[in-house]
């Protein structure tokens, strides 16, 4: 099995167990790769970690230039608005009401007070 299998396999496992609580012998378990063959390629779980974290950051990093990508014609309001949304919806929601009312919605409960 190649190294880039393995660690696709591997970051699999650590993402449901947790670094801590997996071991070698539970990846293999988990994902049928040998200790052998990922001894092979990583000397210590240590090392396999840091080749998994190196991995996730290479996702992200691909996920994100995609994305900006995508919403390279938005305007700067928009592209806020979103990065909330996607973070905490009810954030976006006085975003929205602070774009259209040209202020923060606190003014809608204010009367009530």
Known sequence: ???????????????????????????????????????????????????????????FRNWLYRRIEELAGESKEQLIVRCVADSHPSAAWFLECKRHKGRHPHHLFSQNL
């Open 1 to 59: 099995m190649d190294i880039q299998t393995e660690m696709n396999a591997s970051a699999k496992v650590f993402n449901q167990n947790g670094f801590g609580a997996t071991g070698m012998d539970r990846i293999g378990e988990e994902t049928g790769i040998s200790k052998t063959s990922i001894y092979n390629h990583f000397c210590t779980k240590d090392d396999l970690v840091l080749a998994v974290l190196r991995l996730r950051e290479e996702w």
